[in-house]
Each structure stands twice: as C-alpha cells, then as structure tokens.
C-alpha cells in the first residue's frame, strides 16, 4: 500500500521568508512524487515531480522539492514567499505497486502574510 | 492550450435526486480520471479510462455512481441516488498516454455538488 502524509495542516510564513511544505510517503517500491496547488474554487494545478535523478527538482512559480530517499520525504520549498502563494498544496505519490494510481495527502494550506 | 473543461461548476441537489457531470479533457489525451474530493481531504479516484475503456473503477461506488466515455473523448459521471455524503468537489484529469509512473496529470477547475 502507499499512503503520502502532510504533518501539517496549516502552514504560515511572512512574505519574502522562505516557505517550505513538508511531505512524507510510504511505498514498496520506487516512489514518483509530485506537488500541485489549488487556488479557491480552481482545480489543482502541477508545480513539479520527481521521477528519478537529481534529488532537487525545480518546478513552476520558483518553487523546488528535494526528495530524501533516506527520510522518504519531499518537502516543497520556495526561498521567498509571495502573498499570491497563499492557496492549498497537495503532495501526491505513485509506485508500481499500486498501478501507478495517484494517492494524494490531506493538503497543507498556505497563508503568506504581507 | 486548452485545458480541461468541466461543468457545470456548482450543483445544488436534494437527496435521492440525479445528477450529472461532464468533462471534456485536452485535447488529444488518452487517458481521463474522476475524482472525488472531501472537504479537507485529498482528491480520491473514482475511475480512468483509456481512451474509451475503463482501466480501474475499483474506488467506484457502482450501485449510485456511473460513468461513461463513449468516443473516448468527453466523459460523463452520473450520481443516481445522489446521498448527503456524496457532497464534494468532482475532479476530471487527463494525461497524455497509458498511465506511468512520470505521466503528468492535468486537472480542471471542478464540479462542486452539494447534497442538501
């Protein structure tokens, strides 16, 4: 079974201090991780995966992940925070295991404050 | 391009009544996904087709919910009976091929129902 975990329900950060969003999974195999937002009243939208290679991966909007094989996390981090990030992120997980099906965590919801 | 089309975006419904949703994903994708999300819960899948035909509706409740991609483009999800629990965002998502492990999926914006 795979199942991703997002310690935290909440996550608030002043604008311009660095944002990081915590992530952790489980699979049997090799894990693919992905991160997506989803702005109020708007579908979720991709900001990166990681599939293999370097363990930082750089995605969309200034935002990157690093993925800890020893940890089994993927933490999602921008160094300057912007007001317009403030929305709910998603961390998702597949493996061969499971077919490769999408299992999506809780969600973090983020508030940058001006 | 285009992104992936759903509507409508709200539905308001009493219990036992019917309901339906329809998707249209981008265009050339092969593979399109259902899900289901909870309030503050992440989405869940209901069901993936492959162009035409169901790869996996194992998260599907069949005995209400129905869905169907009959020219392996749009796609329908039908609720009949709809119950208070089924209240939630429907989700639809394409993505280029047969699903691997690096596909990409592309959401759109939602259908969000609420069962009174």
């Known amino acids: 079974a795979q199942s991703v975990a997002q310690p935290e329900d909440q996550v608030n950060v002043a604008e311009g201090n660095p944002l990081t969003v915590k992530c952790t999974y489980s699979?049997?195999?090799?894990?693919?991780l992905f991160w997506y937002v989803q702005y109020p009243n708007r579908g979720l939208q991709f900001l990166l995966k990681?599939?293999?290679?370097?363990?930082l991966v750089k995605g969309s909007y200034g935002f990157e992940a690093e993925f800890n094989k020893s940890q089994t996390s993927f933490h999602l981090k921008k160094p300057s925070a912007l007001v317009s990030d403030s929305a709910l992120y998603f961390c998702?997980?597949?493996?061969?295991?499971?077919?490769?099906?999408?299992?999506f965590g809780a969600g973090t919801t983020v508030t940058v404050r001006a | 391009e285009a992104g992936v089309a759903q509507s409508p975006r709200y539905k308001i419904i009493e219990k036992r009544q019917s309901v339906a949703f329809w998707c249209n994903p981008i265009s050339g994708h092969a593979t399109l996904y259902w899900y289901q999300q909870i309030l503050g819960q992440g989405p869940k899948l209901l069901i993936q087709?492959?162009?035409?035909?169901?790869?996996?509706d194992s998260q599907l409740p069949k005995d209400r919910f129905s869905a169907e991609r009959l020219k392996g483009v749009d796609s329908t999800l039908k609720i009949q009976p709809a119950k208070l629990e089924d209240s939630a965002v429907y989700l639809c998502?394409?993505?280029?091929?047969?699903?691997?492990?690096?596909?990409?999926?592309?959401f759109g914006p939602g259908t969000r129902l609420l069962v009174l």
């Open positions: 998702a997980v597949r493996d061969e295991a499971n077919d490769y099906k999408l299992s």
């Open positions: 699979v049997s195999g090799n894990p693919y």
């Open positions: 087709f492959q162009n035409n035909g169901v790869v996996d």
């Open positions: 998502a394409s993505s280029p091929t047969l699903v691997g492990y690096q596909e990409t999926q592309y």
């Open positions: 990681y599939i293999t290679g370097d363990n």
